[in-house]
């Protein structure tokens, strides 16, 4: 079994590993890099105990901003679907005039 220091150690280095793909992907730097993050080949440590209870609230704010970031992606990503429609609404016409409203 690890002793108390390994467990806090594997623990500090999980969380910084997903604070740090955290930040990329707010920061919008995750295609930069092939849009891989590190956590998402996570597998556990295999000396990780069970979390220390002063990491509890930490970690559950980091699950908060996590979720933040999944809905904001979500939403970009619908933005992103609504306007390739349009496009390819516009790319299909008879040979008529088109006007795409840019605006809103």
Known sequence: MADQEEIHESW????????????????GTVDRDGGRISSADWSPPAIVGPLPDEYANHVRELIARQREAVTRLEDAKRVTADHIGAVRAAAFTTGEAVYLDVEG
């Open 12 to 27: 500090q280095g999980i969380i910084a590993d997903l604070e740090s793909d955290l930040a990329r992907v707010q920061a």
